[in-house]
């Protein structure tokens, strides 16, 4: 089993930044692949981000490339995602997501799942 739990979310104004962390803990080792997700309100949830276990592939929506940038530190079991130039359709609740089997943009092939955090971005 694998935990994960996210932080970081907050209300700013649109330009602005935040910065969300993951943290995994667990008796599982270092979780092979690692996510963001969000939901806006009255829609569905959607990929943002994943990152492979080495850190060396990265994967992106077209809505947030060269805005967000993802990183992960496996000796501290931390994934981070690094939000600029934030905007009011990027509002919506973030989900961390790990898998010990899967990398990618599909939110089935996560099996753990965060509480997740609010961001807010105000226009």
């Known amino acids: 089993q694998v935990q994960v739990v996210e932080s970081g979310g907050g209300l700013v104004p649109a330009g602005g930044s935040l910065r969300l962390s993951c943290v995994a803990s667990?008796?599982?080792?270092?979780?092979?692949?690692m996510g963001w997700f969000r939901q806006a309100p009255g829609k569905e949830r959607e990929f943002v981000s994943a990152?492979?276990?080495?850190?060396?592939?990265?994967y992106y929506a077209d809505s947030v490339k060269g805005r967000f940038t993802i990183s992960r530190d496996n000796a501290k079991n931390t994934m981070v995602l690094q939000m600029n130039r934030l905007r009011p359709e990027d509002t919506g609740v973030y989900y961390c997501a790990a898998s010990v089997t899967y990398y990618g943009r599909s939110s089935a092939g996560y099996s753990y799942w965060g509480q997740g955090t609010q961001v807010t971005v105000s226009s």
């Open positions: 667990g008796r599982t080792s270092t979780p092979y692949g």
């Open positions: 990152i492979t276990f080495s850190g060396s592939g990265t």
